[in-house]
């Protein structure tokens, strides 16, 4: 609308006004003002929720929280699939959905799957989930899936580890078991670090760190590693949304 007009109809409304009041009778102006337009909140309109639409962290908590059953998404399952992958909280935490998401974090083409696909993919890694003790087995298992059609993929197996007839001290079991998990685990904490918290977030990284005692993160603890990690991916996820 013109300039021009918009004043030439204000000045009409006003001229009503002023003989409506001369006449001692209620305005009514000409033209009703039009209803605003809103968005719908799918809490209030009941709108079921779509697991295409899920993130990464979200599909993978729905699988470990619900099985199959995640897949018949409603808002009380995501509520809680987000509360999950939201928390700040060391100790409400899941450490399964963390380490298997941050193994699906390192297969790219799962990074590129709708929320469908990563819950397909994540339900049938957690099917395997003892015979997958590593970050290593879990991503070499997620792209022997992806190598594999869909409708045949509830045949591939996850790789039986070697085994040696002789068996090895237990000092030397605990060494070279979590070798693997630890030095991806690291790697990914120092470019989390390096890459983003350092320079965007210095001050949140310090007291992230400060959170479990450690001065740097090469002196964590292997156990408290995933933890530390899972802490970190969360302050780095924070900055972007």
Request: charged share 30%.
């Amino acid at each position: 609308m013109s300039l021009e007009l918009v004043i030439k109809e204000n000045t009409e409304v006003i001229r009503q006004l002023i003989a409506t009041m001369q006449k001692g009778k209620t305005f009514t102006p000409d033209t009703s003002p039009q209803p605003k337009t809103e968005c719908t909140d799918k809490r209030t309109t009941g709108e079921k929720p779509c697991l295409d639409d899920q993130p990464l962290p979200v599909a993978v908590a729905l699988a470990a929280l619900y099985g199959a059953p995640g897949r018949e998404l409603d808002l009380d399952k995501l509520a809680a699939a987000v509360e999950v992958t939201e928390t700040a909280t060391g100790k409400d935490r899941n450490e399964t959905i963390d380490t298997l998401t941050m193994a699906l974090k390192g297969v790219e083409r799962a990074t590129q799957l709708h929320g469908t696909g990563v819950f397909d993919l994540a339900i049938q890694i957690l099917e395997h989930w003892d015979a997958l003790p590593g970050i290593t087995e879990r991503r070499a298992y997620a792209e022997r899936l992806l190598d594999t059609p869909k409708a045949e993929r509830a045949n591939v197996k996850p790789a039986k580890p070697k085994t040696t007839e002789k068996k090895q001290p237990v000092s030397e079991t605990k060494t070279d078991e979590p070798i693997p998990d630890v030095a991806a685990l690291m790697e990914q904490g120092r470019t989390l670090i390096i890459e983003k918290l350092a320079p965007e977030t210095p001050a949140e990284l310090r007291k992230t760190l400060d959170k479990f005692g450690l001065k740097k993160l090469t002196d964590c603890p292997h156990e408290k590693l995933p933890e530390v990690i899972a802490a970190l991916t969360q302050l780095a996820d924070s900055l972007e949304a």
